[in-house]
């Protein structure tokens, strides 16, 4: 399978507890993107980076989240003490550099916060 | 602040039926405009439209895109059980940086 590959695809975790999720891109997708989606509602954009380096952060993403790319391959997004309202469906999406709006999307890791 | 309004927001047609699915936006410069569809979790790409009048077609599905108007409709002809999802539309705004502003989505049941 050479999607976009996320990890795990369910977690629940109890209020003020830390999670880490992971995200594959497509291999030769030097951008990367992490949206957040919960019920109802469109994604919202959460992060971006281009290779290594992130570039831009919604102000959604408070300080309790933060996010990385090692290397310019996989990221990782960490929510810190989480909260209920953390709860949500966080969507990882790769793009090449030619058409950058051409998303391919992961099939998300859902989050539950109890 | 940049808007997607999608309409309506659900949907429910039978086989062979033609629906179409609106999206209207107000951004500060636009780039281009996205249509995906969301099945049960990853949207899949379908079509992306940056000029106005061109018709973007791939089967029974098309679209186009008004930047006079500020809207986009996607058409889907001979509706099948297989249609029934979510489709979303996003809209880049070059103010914006790298990032969508999706809509909430439009969610169509197709009977048999």
């Known amino acids: 399978d050479t999607g976009v590959s996320q990890n795990p695809r369910h977690k629940i975790t109890k209020r003020g507890q830390n999670v880490t999720f992971r995200c594959d891109p497509i291999s030769e997708h030097n951008r990367l993107y992490w949206y957040r989606q919960t019920l109802g509602q469109g994604p919202e954009f959460l992060t971006y980076f281009q290779n290594e380096a992130q570039l831009e952060k919604s102000r959604l993403l408070s300080d309790r989240f933060s996010a990385e790319r090692p290397k310019g391959s996989f990221s990782t997004l960490e929510i810190q003490r989480t909260e209920q309202g953390d709860s949500a469906m966080y969507l990882c999406?790769?793009?090449?550099?030619?058409?950058?709006?051409?998303?391919?999307f992961g099939s998300g890791t859902q989050l539950s916060v109890l | 602040e940049d808007k997607v309004v999608q309409s309506p927001l659900s949907l429910v047609v039978h086989e062979g039926d033609t629906v179409t699915l609106n999206c209207s936006y107000e951004v500060t410069n636009f780039r281009s405009l996205l249509w995906y569809k969301q099945e049960k979790k990853a949207p899949t790409f379908l079509f992306m439209l940056t000029s106005s009048g061109i018709e973007k077609k791939s089967g029974r599905l098309s679209s186009i895109l008004d930047k006079k108007e500020l809207f986009s409709i996607l058409n889907i002809t001979a509706t099948q059980t297989g249609d029934s999802a979510v489709y979303l539309c996003a809209v880049g705004d070059s103010n914006s940086g790298y990032a969508l502003n999706f809509g909430k989505g439009t969610s169509l049941l197709v009977t048999p």
């Open positions: 999406a790769s793009s090449s550099g030619q058409i950058t709006e051409k998303l391919f």
